[in-house]
């Protein structure tokens, strides 16, 4: 991708410790903000500790299956249920000791074979949907972008980048939802507008200074499957409209947040009165 020579590739852990560190304001850490100044400073600090759940680990493996093809995801995850107990003929229990010292002696992070089964279907469903394959059929995963946006050093790490699709170069997020009939509404709450409008315009920024001639301003879509059966697969183009008012958001918590660095204040958002009416 000799046009766009600003998307690099750089480890997934050393692109999150430079987040954890400061020197790179990220999508989640600026949602972090958003949601509550007295929350990002906490998690800056290291008085919040980052959580790795089984949820999110479940995520990244499935996120390495579909974007980044069987290859890759058996080079970084062993599929496996663990150690058999030779009295059952069964798998020994994931809080047993036998389970335990097993999965410590591993290098590689376990899928369980159930698991793997589940991230199989998931990942044909999005084989299978016509425009989903479309947009995935050309580009790369987690391509990352650095660059100052009014000053703050920012970083992005795309699901996926598609630098031809339609005539456009376009940035795709993947998302495991619970129900479709509630993505929309669903996708405000947890922030999906301002997380894509951060990478687009992190995007345009780094791309206006090697095609300033002709920049390029990516469209951005979500790849989302359900995570219960049928299965669904559904793509969602973001409007340019929502994008900006997305973008604006960000803007200010972005202005806010050079305020409170200078003032050493931290609200949490709720320090005035509120009133509930009818």
């Known amino acids: 991708m000799q046009k766009y020579p600003f998307i690099v590739d750089i480890d997934a852990d050393e692109y999150h410790e430079a987040a954890r560190r400061g020197d790179f304001l990220s999508s989640h850490l600026l949602g972090d903000f958003r949601a509550c100044p007295r929350l990002y400073k906490k998690k800056m600090s290291g008085e919040i500790e980052p959580v790795d759940t089984t949820a999110y680990q479940i995520g990244r493996a499935l996120h390495t299956l579909i974007l980044e093809g069987r290859s890759k995801f058996d080079a970084e995850y062993l599929i ?60 790369r995963a987690e391509g990352t972008v650095r660059i100052a946006l009014d000053g703050e050093p920012c970083q992005i790490r795309m699901d996926w980048f598609n630098p031809d699709f339609e005539g456009k170069p376009v940035i795709v997020d993947l998302k495991t939802v619970a129900d479709f009939p509630f993505f929309e509404k669903d996708a405000r709450k947890y922030g999906y507008p301002e997380q894509l409008a951060f990478y687009r315009e992190v995007f345009k920024e780094a791309n206006a200074g090697v095609n300033a001639s002709a920049p390029d301003v990516p469209d951005v879509y979500i790849i989302a499957i359900e995570k219960r059966e049928p299965f669904r697969c559904g793509v969602w183009k973001l409007a340019d409209e929502l994008l900006e008012q997305a973008a604006a958001a960000n803007k200010m918590a972005m202005s806010l947040l050079k305020e409170c660095r200078r003032r050493g204040e931290w609200p949490t958002g709720y320090e005035e009165l509120r009133v509930m009416g009818v």
């Open 80 to 139: 496996s249920s663990g150690p058999t107990n030779p009295k059952t003929g069964e798998a020994y229990g994931k809080t047993t000791k036998a389970y335990r010292e097993w999965l410590a002696a591993q290098k590689r992070p376990v899928v369980s074979s159930e698991d793997f089964g589940w991230m199989l279907k998931l990942q044909q469903s999005v084989a299978l949907h016509p425009v989903a394959s479309a947009l995935l059929e050309h580009g």
